[in-house]
Structures are given as structure tokens and as C-alpha cells.
């Protein structure tokens, strides 16, 4: 930098990263939505507006995937595809208010008033990212062990055929069926970067496979030792002596909120990969929405007060997929006691900001440069 002259700021870099966007897609949703909708009635000014609402369409009608994205029918074709939307419906594992199970319908509904481009990260995701939406694991209400076999079925054949997962949901117990789904495709050790403010790693939480055992039965998978396993933003009065004395037995890392507050975001993250990716072949992120303090995010089922801000949890999650992903979660979302959507919305932010970080740092192929 010369003399006189003043540092670019992050305004005028994502000013000149719009440019790089083509609008290929948004053009073809559009050619789409004209030859399957009609082409409106004559008073329409709009000529891009088509009589019945298809691919292009607003927030409030449309199909309910996530961001608008395409929905993939057939399955077995999701290995054509870089990253899918898998929801999971589910929240037997419940041990207080239950609701998590409209947790993906939620988000979804969400996420629609997006388009999919962000200004500040400089991404469009509709346009970048080949990703379709595959729709819901079908889960049984009651069977915990079936609906663990189903989510562990999913994640298997999507994982398996080389398309990055993003799980929408639900309560948190499916991250162990989620990540023994995930360990089959993995031939080294998987760490986990876990937000959350409960340690979830009881060996039972009433019962064996509830939302407070996840990490003690996944951490009994071979390659998913408990030392890659660092937890962030635990405290509170609801986190069960056992899980903590469980962490400590196995040899997790636990960074607390106030860890956070004293080492900063940026150095959290740090600790946080340095950890995960230790001997590690791949890291999957777990983000339990209640990890955010309640008054931003009330709708989940166990809130406890003193958690992370939206802006601290978002920016976190970018920092931490930076070293790229094996797939993620967002869980503990329960639309019946969210308020005004906050909740939800701050989860389909969460998706959307995770994808575009991992896109700026190529650990996903984009259809246009990132740089």
C-alpha cells in the first residue's frame, strides 16, 4: 500500500466479488418456471413472472426446499450432485419439550426468503454450488434404534457416493447414527467440532439413545476417537455431571463460552481445528442451535441463558469450516416455541454461511471463480 492511500474494506472486495457471479442459474430457473408455468397474464409487466409459481418463485409459494434448490427425486442419481439437503424429522430422543421434529420443515420455510447470494461473503450459492435437495429421512416415531438405522442408511448412501451431506433437524441424539453412517466411507479417524451448551455424552440420558448421549456412543466408533472431539460454548446448569465426567475420562476438549470470551473467535477456532484434525482424515461440524443464547434463539428444546451471539456463532462456524468438512448438522431446532422465526433463520444462515465458506476455500467445486 502506497503512501496516501487507504486499505480496501471488505465493502468495496465484496463490491468487486458480485461481478464474478454469471446469473447462469437464476436464468435458467427463470426459462424453467416460463415452459413448465406459462407465461403470465398480459398485464404482467414482468415477463420473467410465470402464471403458476415453479422453480422461480417468491419466498411465501414454491416448493419448500431448502433455499428454493432443486428437489432430487430419485435418490440413487444423488451422487451426480456435489452437496444435497437431507432433513431429518425426529425428536424421540427428547427428554424435555419436544418439537424438533418440525426442525427441517422449519428451516426450509426459513430459508426460502433468501435467494441464495450473500453481499457480504461475496457468493452466490444457487449460482456457485451444484446442490439439490433430497427431502427427509423417514424416521418412525417411537422406534429409536429403526430411526437410527434409516438416518445411518441415508448418510451412508449419500456420503458413499461422494456428495458432502447437510443435515437439517431434529433433536441431537441422530449424531451418532449420522456419524456411524459417515465412519463406514472413512477409511482414517473423523474428529468432530461440536457448539453446543451441553456436553451430550452421557452414556444414558433416561435411556440409552437420547439427545444428551450422542458423543458417548459415537466416540465408541473406531475411527471416531474422543480425543477429536472438541465441544464449544458449554456452561449453564443444565450439563449432567456424567457427560462432563465422560469428557474428561476420554480426553474430549471442552472450550467454554467464557474460553470463548477471553481467546477471542478467531483463536477458538484455531484450538478448535488444531484438535479435530489431529491425525484426522475428515472433521464433521455438529451446530446445536441452543449453543446461541435463547434470546436470539428461543425455539429449541433445552435453552439455557449465556450462549453465543448470531453474530459470534455464524462467524465461528466460518472459521472452523475453513479446513474443509466432511458434512454437518443443525439440530435442537423446535419450531413451536420459536418467535418470529428467529430461530429458524438464524439456522438456514448457519447452512448458508458453512457452504459459501467452503466454497471460498475450495473444498467444493464452483461453477464460477471464487477469486
Sequence with gaps: MGPGQRPETEGERDLRAERRISGDVWRERIEESLRHGLEAAESVGNREISVFARRFAPDYSGSDTFMGFPFLEDVQRVGEHVAVVVGVPYDTGTTSRAGARYGPRGIRQASRISDGYSFDMGVDLAEALDIVDAGDVFTLPGNIEKSFDQITAAVDHVFGAGTFPVILGDDHSIGFPVLRGLARNVSGNIGIIHLDRHADMNERDYDDLTHGTP????????????????????????????????????????????????????????????????????????????????SAAPGTGTPEPGGFTPREALKLLRLVAREGLCGMEVVEVSPPYDVAETTVLLASRAVANVLAELLLHGHLPSRYPMS
Design 215 to 294: 458423543w458417548f456412543h459415537a466416540t465408541n466408533i473406531p475411527n471416531v476417537p474422543a480425543k477429536n472431539l472438541v465441544q464449544i460454548g458449554l456452561g449453564g446448569w443444565m450439563g449432567l455431571r456424567e457427560s462432563i465426567g465422560n469428557a474428561r475420562e476420554r480426553g474430549t476438549t471442552i472450550l467454554t463460552v467464557d474460553d470463548v470470551d477471553t481467546m477471542g473467535v478467531e483463536k477458538t477456532a484455531e484450538r478448535a481445528l488444531e484438535v479435530a484434525w489431529d491425525g484426522a482424515e475428515a472433521v464433521y461440524l455438529s451446530f446445536d442451535i441452543d449453543s446461541v443464547d435463547p
